[in-house]
C-alpha cells in the first residue's frame, strides 16, 4: 500500500504544477498592467492538470508497478483508471469553458499551445526510450501555458525566456536527482548531462536576468535563488521531498512579487 504523506497530496495530483502556472500568470499581467478573466484562469488550470495528469498516466499504463519507483507514478498506477475517468470530465468541463469564456484570438493561441502539447506527449512516450530531451519541452510548454493568454505583447518575450530558463533548471535538477527512477523507467533525457550542464545554465539564467527591469527580474531571481539553496542541500534530502521543495521555488518568487503588487 502507497504511504503518502499530507505535503505530497498537492504533487501527486498535479495541483502545484497548475497552482505555480497561475500565479506567474497572475504575475506577468500585473506587470504589464493587464487584467485576466476567471476563464483563463481556469482554463489554464484545468489545462496544466490535464497535460501532467496524462503524461504521468501514459509513462504507468504498460510498466509494471515494481519499475515504478517515485510516488506519483505508483499513484497514478494505482488509480489509474479512477484518473481516467476524471482526466475525461475535467477535459469536457475545460473545453465547454474554453468555447464559451475566451475570445477568438484567445482560442486560436489556445489551439496552438494545444497542438504542441499534443505533440509532446506522442514523442515522448514514442522516443524517450531512446532519447527525448523532455525537459526542454515541458520547460517551453509550461511558459507558454503562462503567457498563451497575454499574448500579442513584445514586451512578454524577453521575461518568457528568463521563466524558460528557470523551468529548465528546476526540470533538470529534478531529473538529475530522480536518475534512478527514469533508469527503471528506461527513461533517456537531458538529465543525463552532466552536472556542470546543469550548474552553466543557471548562471545563465541569472545573467538573463540583467536584461530585465525590476519587475521582471524579481520573481524570477527569487525563484532562481530558492532553487540554488535547495540545491545545495540535495544530497541531504529524499528524492521526494528534494522534487516538492524544488517545485515549491517556483511558486515562492511570483508568489512574493504578486504581493507587491497589491
Given at each position: ?54 503524461d504521468r ?42 468555447f464559451t ?144 521543495l524544488t ?16
Amino acid at each position: 500500500m502507497l504511504r503518502i504523506r499530507l505535503w505530497q497530496w498537492p504533487n501527486l495530483f498535479a495541483l502545484d504544477a497548475a497552482l505555480i502556472a497561475l500565479v506567474w500568470q497572475a504575475t506577468f499581467a500585473g506587470v504589464l498592467g493587464l487584467q485576466i478573466s476567471a476563464v483563463t484562469q481556469i482554463v489554464l488550470c484545468l489545462s496544466v492538470w490535464l497535460t501532467y495528469i496524462a503524461d504521468r498516466l501514459f509513462d504507468v499504463a504498460k510498466r509494471p508497478l515494481q519499475k515504478l519507483h517515485s510516488a506519483r507514478h505508483r499513484f497514478a498506477k494505482q488509480y489509474f483508471t479512477t484518473l481516467w475517468r476524471c482526466w475525461w470530465c475535467v477535459l469536457l468541463s475545460n473545453i465547454g469553458i474554453a468555447f464559451t469564456g475566451l475570445t477568438t484570438s484567445q482560442l486560436k493561441n489556445g489551439a496552438a499551445l494545444l497542438t504542441l502539447c499534443l505533440l509532446y506527449t506522442a514523442l515522448n512516450q514514442r522516443l524517450s526510450r531512446r532519447f527525448f530531451p523532455k525537459e526542454l519541452c515541458v520547460a517551453i510548454i509550461y511558459t507558454g501555458g503562462v503567457i498563451v493568454f497575454l499574448l500579442p505583447n513584445a514586451t512578454l518575450w524577453p521575461p518568457a525566456c528568463a521563466l524558460a530558463l528557470l523551468c529548465l533548471t528546476n526540470c533538470l535538477m529534478i531529473g538529475a536527482k530522480e536518475k534512478c527512477i527514469d533508469t527503471a523507467l528506461q527513461v533517456r533525457s537531458l538529465s543525463r548531462l552532466p552536472t556542470l550542464f546543469i550548474i552553466t545554465l543557471k548562471i545563465i539564467c541569472a545573467l538573463s536576468l540583467c536584461f530585465l527591469n525590476q519587475a521582471w527580474a524579481l520573481p524570477i531571481g527569487i525563484s532562481l535563488g530558492a532553487l540554488w539553496i535547495i540545491d545545495a542541500y540535495q544530497e541531504q534530502l529524499s528524492v521526494e521531498t528534494f522534487r516538492v521543495l524544488t517545485d515549491s521555488a517556483l511558486l515562492i518568487g511570483p508568489s512574493v512579487a504578486f504581493c507587491l503588487q497589491l
